[in-house]
């Protein structure tokens, strides 16, 4: 693999799209289905996401296959082609978020997302706060933080 990381840009909204809602529907049963149709995710992605976050791509032979988007602090969204789980591209990302926000990230995460849960403590996020669907999918989460508070 000869993965790059490289920042989104308009004309990859497409394929940020493509590829959340492929990332999103393999996830189930483990993370919720999305409260969105796939237009609105589209949309959104186009209008949204990609002009108002820093938008990373994990990019191997041209091919995007994974992503990270960086709201200051928060890491908002993290998806990867469902087939490419366990290559290191997710690794990749979030070790490139860390040095581009070296004083700290926070995240939510699906308590019923066990493994991107593992992934996250794997990589020293430390649970901070825990409810019970305080979100538009209205299912429990856990917010993360790196490093750990002190």
Not at 4 to 14: F, G, K, L, S, V
Not at 128 to 141: H, I, L, R, S, V
């Amino acid at each position: 693999m000869a993965l790059t990381i490289r920042p989104a840009t308009d004309e990859d909204a497409p394929a940020v799209a493509e590829l959340l809602l492929r990332a999103r529907k393999a996830a189930e049963p483990a993370i919720p289905p999305m409260v969105h149709d796939d237009d609105d995710v589209r949309g959104w992605v186009r209008s949204t996401l990609v002009p108002r976050c820093e938008v990373w791509l994990g990019v191997d032979g041209g091919a995007v296959v994974g992503f990270l988007a960086l709201e200051r602090e928060w890491i908002e969204q993290l998806y990867l082609e469902p087939s490419r789980t366990g290559e290191g591209i997710g690794s990749a990302l979030l070790d490139h978020a860390k040095a581009q926000r070296p004083d700290g990230l926070e995240l939510w995460a699906f308590q019923s997302n066990t493994g991107a849960r593992r992934f996250y403590e794997r990589h020293g996020f430390v649970a901070t706060a825990f409810t019970d669907g305080d979100n538009e999918e209205g299912a429990p989460d856990v917010r993360y933080r790196w490093p750990a508070p002190s």
